[in-house]
């Protein structure tokens, strides 16, 4: 009989173990944008580069801009890959539609690196989501 020991992974299912926050992808574009030193009120941002007053065209029921005919204004579209990249964190697709993001503990690494990596998290994790931020350790199946 034959046992096998750590993470399984094939071509089409890989296992995870991430410590981090649930999240969806739509509550993580404001808090990345933040993070950026941009404004993370909104997922919006201007679409045609025509010198005009978009909030006033806005007002006036307009869509596209009537010089180049292009949107206004158009929804930020940012992968979750390209903003935990630019952040520097993991993340793994859970069951749900939750996205889990944090850092990946990986099988074999010693007692003292995977403490050291706990606490970087940890402070990292509550500058980019707050203090009262529930961090826990999500681990599952991801397939391809």
Same mark, same amino acid.
């Given at each position: 009989?034959?046992?096998?020991?750590?993470?399984?992974?094939?071509?089409?299912?890989?296992?995870?173990?991430?410590?981090?926050?649930?999240?969806? $992808?739509? *509550? /993580?574009?404001?808090? %990345?944008?933040?993070?950026?030193?941009?404004?993370?009120?909104?997922?919006?941002?201007? =679409?045609?580069?025509?010198?005009?007053?978009?909030?006033?065209?806005?007002?006036?029921?307009?869509?596209?801009?009537?010089?180049?005919?292009?949107?206004?204004?158009?929804?930020?579209?940012?992968?979750?890959?390209?903003?935990?990249? $630019?952040? *520097? /964190?993991?993340?793994? %697709?859970?069951?749900?539609?939750?996205?889990?993001?944090?850092?990946?503990?990986?099988? =074999?690494?010693?007692?003292?690196?995977?403490?050291?990596?706990?606490?970087?998290?940890?402070?990292?994790?509550?500058?980019?989501?707050?203090?009262?931020?529930?961090?826990?350790?999500?681990?599952?199946?991801?397939?391809?």
């Amino acid at each position: 009989m034959k046992i096998r020991n750590g993470f399984v992974s094939n071509s089409s299912s890989s296992s995870f173990c991430i410590m981090g926050v649930a999240i969806s $992808e739509s *509550e /993580l574009l404001p808090l %990345y944008l933040k993070a950026m030193g941009k404004d993370g009120s909104s997922t919006i941002k201007p =679409g045609c580069r025509c010198d005009i007053d978009r909030d006033a065209m806005k007002e006036q029921g307009y869509d596209f801009c009537p010089k180049c005919r292009k949107d206004i204004f158009v929804e930020i579209e940012t992968e979750i890959y390209e903003m935990c990249e $630019e952040l *520097e /964190l993991d993340y793994a %697709y859970g069951e749900s539609s939750d996205v889990y993001v944090g850092f990946s503990l990986e099988s =074999g690494t010693g007692v003292e690196s995977v403490i050291k990596k706990l606490k970087d998290a940890e402070k990292k994790l509550k500058e980019l989501f707050g203090n009262d931020v529930i961090i826990s350790v999500h681990s599952g199946v991801t397939y391809n």
